[in-house]
């Protein structure tokens, strides 16, 4: 019980954390609507501007 809880938790923190690498700039913060307005706008942020590769 306690340990398949446990995962349950661990497994739902995981999948909240990929949903926001995907919608929101790790970096600033700002959700990919805001950067939608224009063509790969919320691509182009995360891979030139705020890269987190850049920042390891």
Known sequence: GL???AFGE???QQEQVKEDMETK???CGIG???FDTTPHGFET???QEHNLANYL
Do not use: A, G
């Open 45 to 47: 942020h995360t891979l």
């Open 25 to 27: 700039c790790f970096i």
């Open 3 to 5: 340990i398949i809880d």
């Open 32 to 34: 990919n609507d805001y």
């Open 10 to 12: 661990l497994r739902d």
